[in-house]
């Protein structure tokens, strides 16, 4: 299965709380923190919550 890599680009000050804790979900804890988790779709809706928020890159 694929894997993505996610890393927190900006800061959760002044998001919803819901955004806030979708990056807690996705394991994010601080700006430059990266983190890998398979592509499944629960995944990718947690990613389209805080896209604005995050980078994503596919890792082989």
Not at 1 to 12: A, C, G
Not at 15 to 29: A, F, H, I, M, V
């Amino acid at each position: 299965m694929p894997t993505l890599k996610v890393t927190q680009t900006r800061s959760e000050i002044g998001c919803k709380q819901n955004q806030r804790d979708t990056l807690r979900s996705l394991g994010l804890k601080r700006i430059g923190h990266s983190v890998e988790q398979q592509d499944r779709p629960e995944i990718r809706g947690m990613i389209t919550t805080v896209i604005h928020l995050v980078t994503v890159e596919e890792v082989d």
